[in-house]
């Protein structure tokens, strides 16, 4: 019994040694050091476009005549594309994956909305649509891997 109860030793001593390498991080010590850069500008693109459609919507209504019949309309889609992207640019900083995804599906929702109406809009403004396009997808790849590592954390 002697031998039997030395051999487990090794194999205890293996299993403890495994189970340290595993938690030698903490979810404390996690970082997000090369994801962060990326998904802070999705953060901040997604501000940044309802600050430009914020603008734009002021010049747009301005053009307005006030008797216009469906003017309340416009006021509520355009509310609701600001309002929609600030909110996600705030919980960006919860759920930086799901935001950002919402944020792209917004914007496209948008793009297409506004194409519906008028499809010469889609080549006006075309920089700023490609570059909150790719600052969102540059976003949203790190934001994927970062859920995943963090996820890994939990799951231990």
Do not use: C
């Not at 990326?38 to 006030?66: C, E, S, V």
């Not at 919980?91 to 917004?106: D, E, N, T, V």
């Not at 793009?111 to 006006?124: H, K, P, Q, R, V």
């Amino acid at each position: 019994m002697d031998t039997a109860s030395n051999s487990n030793l090794p194999d205890e001593s293996k299993t403890n040694a495994e189970s340290n390498r595993e938690t030698i991080f903490s979810q404390e010590e996690f970082s997000m050091e090369g994801y962060d850069k990326h998904i802070r500008q999705a953060r901040n693109t997604l501000f940044i476009a309802a600050g430009i459609l914020l603008l734009n919507a002021i010049l747009l209504f301005a053009k307005y005549p006030l008797d216009f019949e469906y003017m309340w309309l416009d006021y509520l889609l355009w509310t609701i594309y600001i309002g929609g992207f600030i909110a996600l640019g705030f919980w960006s900083k919860k759920k930086p994956y799901y935001a950002i995804l919402a944020g792209l599906i917004l914007f496209g929702v948008f793009i297409i909305n506004n194409a519906i109406i008028d499809i010469s809009t889609i080549f006006g403004g075309l920089l700023f649509k490609i570059a909150v396009i790719v600052f969102l997808i540059k976003g949203l790849n790190d934001a994927k891997q970062a859920q995943e590592m963090k996820e890994q954390f939990e799951n231990k």
